[in-house]
Every structure is written in structure tokens, then in C-alpha cells.
């Protein structure tokens, strides 16, 4: 049975930093291709940052660029996502997901397997 569980979510102040993760079971990160989404109240689940299966590339919305990084453990089988000056807007249940290779890791269809999310809150 697969499992992708997400921690690390809380509140913090604009400006400061938090690290997600993700901790994935029945599966190997290093064989998936990992993304990280997020979903603000009323609003679609968008991807922010991904990694290719084979860990080469990865992908950030333009609206996180220079401020997160994605990172994978494969000893630990974690996902990572390293969130640095945060603003308010980057409110919301952060949800990290796996795809199989072949599939796009853009497209929020292509994912298969879904954690249960974090909420990150960031005050002014």
C-alpha cells in the first residue's frame, strides 16, 4: 500500500522559513517522478515545484522561483520542499504527490498517488 505522508506545515511570520516533507512508503521516490501542490480555500490545486524521476530536473512555478527548493533523500525516502521567504499569499494545504515515469510531472492528472496534505500559514 502506497503512502505519501506530508509534515512540517505551521504558521509562521512573512519573511521566514519552513521545510516540508514528504515520507513515502510502498513506493521509492528515486522511481517517481515527485510534486508538490498547493490549494488555497476557493481556489484550484496548483503545482509549485517538481522533481523528475531520475532527479535531474526539476520545475518551480514562477511565483516560488528563488525562494523554494525541491529536494529527495533516497536513503530516507523523503521529498523535500525548503520554503524561504514566505509571503501571505503562500497560504495553504501543500500537498506533495508521485507520478510514474513517462507521465508529465506539469499536469496534475498524471499524478497517482496523493498525500493527505500540510496547511502553511504565513501572517504579516
Known amino acids: 500500500q502506497v503512502q505519501l505522508v506530508e509534515s512540517g506545515g505551521g504558521l509562521v511570520q512573512a519573511g521566514g522559513s519552513l521545510r516540508l516533507s514528504c515520507a513515502a512508503s510502498?513506493?521509492?521516490?528515486?522511481?517517481?517522478?515527485t510534486g508538490w501542490f498547493r490549494q488555497a480555500p476557493g481556489k484550484e490545486r496548483d503545482i509549485v515545484a517538481a522533481i523528475t524521476w531520475t532527479g535531474i530536473n526539476t520545475y518551480y512555478d514562477d511565483s516560488v522561483k528563488g525562494r523554494f527548493t525541491i529536494t529527495r533523500d533516497k536513503a530516507e525516502n523523503t521529498v523535500y520542499l525548503q520554503m524561504s521567504s514566505l509571503k501571505p499569499e503562500d497560504t495553504a494545504v501543500y500537498y506533495c504527490?508521485?507520478?510514474?515515469?513517462?507521465?508529465?510531472?506539469?499536469?496534475?492528472?498524471?499524478?497517482?498517488?496523493w498525500g493527505q496534505g500540510t496547511q502553511v500559514t504565513v501572517s504579516q
Open positions: 510502498g513506493l521509492t521516490v528515486s522511481s517517481y517522478a
Open positions: 504527490a508521485a507520478a510514474q515515469p513517462g507521465r508529465h510531472y506539469l499536469y496534475r492528472s498524471n499524478y497517482d498517488y
